[in-house]
């Protein structure tokens, strides 16, 4: 199917192509690597022990096939309480900026666990587009902001 929509779609000039592959190191992951030149990997984590161990295999795979590597996103890293407002962390905190620091990888950002995000999403309406001076916008912009600057050429 990859291959498929690389050969047969009549793509216009693109600044970003962004491929989003289920998690871990399988066949999708191989054969990407292997039919397109990839400009780079972003890895998207959850803080969880077993994510961010998916994570590590993921960053390990990409470079061994030479995919360099632009950095790693923490989803789900908060939630902000829409009462109170408190930040809690409930899958753990920092688990993916550990990982970048031992693997020398640049971290990217957190992205909040928000139900906007998921209504947006079920919706078909981005929360950025939704509601652009939101929190959870804020953090997908400065993520953005953090790949765009990565990206450069």
Not at 59 to 85: A, L, R, T, W
Request: aromatic residues 6%.
């Amino acid at each position: 199917a990859i291959e498929q929509l690389m050969t047969e779609v009549a793509w216009a000039e693109l600044d970003y192509f962004i491929i989003d592959l289920p998690p871990g190191t399988g066949d999708a992951q191989l054969s990407i690597s292997q039919l397109l030149e990839l400009s780079g990997a972003i890895i998207v984590a959850t803080p969880q022990d077993v994510a961010l161990a998916d994570a590590v295999k993921g960053v390990s795979m990409f470079q061994k096939v030479h995919v360099p590597i632009i950095g790693v996103i923490e989803n789900m890293s908060y939630f902000i309480c829409p009462h109170c407002h408190q930040r809690t962390e409930i899958f753990s905190h920092g688990g993916a900026k550990g990982i970048c620091r031992q693997l020398g990888v640049p971290f990217l950002g957190e992205i909040p666990l928000d139900p906007e995000i998921r209504i947006g999403s079920d919706q078909g309406t981005p929360v950025v587009i939704e509601k652009p001076d939101s929190p959870q916008t804020k953090a997908f912009m400065e993520v953005a902001e953090q790949i765009m600057q990565k990206t450069k050429h």
